[in-house]
């Protein structure tokens, strides 16, 4: 049976409820990410993940000092994260379904839903001091650089769904949808009074579905069930 | 290469002044400038990006850009005393040289990232083999002359020193 909704009858989900956060690897990052596949460069570049260890929220970080064998959503490695919609008054993730609808020789309608590709625009997407997302893509902008906009995680948080008191001994768990292999394309540049930076999410669909345990983007995401 | 971070406030938004586009032709074996949108009251570079979602047997979708084809359109561009630019573009509209609208290099200056310590140092895109062309003329009140520009995507990455049209382009090394 689903979660249902944490509203009561009647009252609506507001906007800022459905959040759409960005991830991507960046040796400098400011938050711990658990790594949920092999990465290609687990026997070289070792030292970019770390093991944890204490308890939240005063964790630590050790880098690795050799390569040892792989273990997925074991090891962590350091990122940016941001979330998105900042100065953006409209966004929706549209789906893009392929529906098709067949009659048979009995006048009976079949309508199958075959694929989604999910994607979600955010315009405008200001230049923003302190955005570091904006500042990633413009310099994959300026050198041209396209094969670098497929490298993104996505969460999908439905704050409107969670679990626990809210309390510190049972914090809410929000659920979230994680989408690994994410691309983020730019769609122009310029505008009128401010410098406008136009992106497009394209969702992978390689999801896994979690909670996280908060709303601002330095959550933990914990996978329940993979799809 | 570290990413350079936008220099503005936390939140604060980038000025649309801050985003130049610059023309520049050789006349007589010297180069001439012109920073384009004077007049133009809204002008976006759009990247008409081939983007291409397939989706596998497993259902994961994977999405490619494969390609970007970037333009930008100056309208109104206004026929303006003074502009060597109309200029130029005008002659060759009124000779059908439609050849020689390609010999442009264009600087996409953004200066909302400034690497300069005492002095500035604003990240800047070069294009050699650009296109400007006319799409029309006439109006209303006074004379248009629409143009778009199309960006070669050869790039030299680097910075200018200010922003003028006299800058100095350094490539970055």
């Not at chain 1, 900042?86 to 309608?109: C, F, H, K, L, P």
């Not at chain 2, 939140?11 to 023309?23: D, H, M, P, S, W």
Request: charged share 20%.
């Amino acid at each position: 049976m689903p979660n249902q909704f944490n509203l009561n009858d009647g009252q609506r989900a507001e906007r800022k409820l459905l959040i759409t956060v960005a991830q991507w690897d960046d040796t400098t990052g400011n938050i711990y990410a658990i790594v949920p596949k092999k990465p290609y460069d687990w026997t070289t570049n070792y030292s970019n993940y770390y093991t944890r260890s204490g308890s939240a929220p005063n964790y630590v970080y050790t880098a690795l000092q050799s390569a040892t064998t792989w273990s997925d959503n074991t090891y962590y490695k350091k990122v940016f994260r941001e979330i998105l919609g900042t100065r953006t008054e409209d966004s929706s993730i549209e789906y893009n379904a392929d529906v098709q609808t067949m009659t048979d020789i009995r006048g009976i309608n079949y309508t199958d839903v075959n694929r989604t590709q999910p994607q979600q625009d955010f315009n405008p997407f200001l230049i923003l001091g302190g955005s570091k997302l904006g500042a990633m893509l413009n310099d994959i902008r300026r050198r041209n650089g396209l094969s670098e906009l497929a490298g993104f995680t996505m969460y999908v948080i439905t704050a409107f769904i969670h679990t626990g008191a809210g309390t510190a001994q049972s914090p809410y768990l929000y659920e979230t949808e994680r989408h690994l292999g994410c691309t983020i394309a730019f769609s122009g540049i310029g505008g009128d009074s401010n410098v406008n930076f136009p992106i497009t999410v394209y969702f992978s669909n390689s999801v896994t579905l979690g909670t996280v345990n908060k709303l601002s983007n330095d959550f933990e995401f914990t996978p329940d069930v993979s799809v | 290469m570290a990413v350079n971070q936008f220099t503005l406030a936390d939140g604060q938004r980038a000025e649309r002044k801050l985003l130049i586009t610059v023309a520049e032709w050789m006349e007589s074996s010297t180069p001439v400038r012109e920073i384009l949108g004077t007049r133009t009251e809204d002008s976006s570079i759009e990247y008409n990006a081939d983007v291409q979602t397939m989706t596998d047997i497993r259902g994961i979708n994977y999405t490619d850009v494969n390609r970007t084809q970037p333009q930008q359109d100056f309208n109104p561009f206004l026929v303006l005393g003074g502009s060597k630019l109309g200029a130029l573009l005008n002659d060759i509209r009124r000779r059908n040289a439609l050849s020689e609208l390609n010999q442009f290099t264009m600087y996409i200056i953004t200066a909302f990232v400034d690497t300069g310590s005492g002095s500035h140092a604003y990240e800047c895109e070069k294009h050699t083999g650009c296109t400007i062309a006319f799409s029309g003329i006439g109006g209303d009140s006074n004379v248009n002359f629409p143009i778009t520009v199309y960006f070669s995507n050869v790039i030299t990455l680097g910075t200018v020193n200010k922003l003028s049209d006299d800058f100095a382009f350094s490539a970055d090394e």
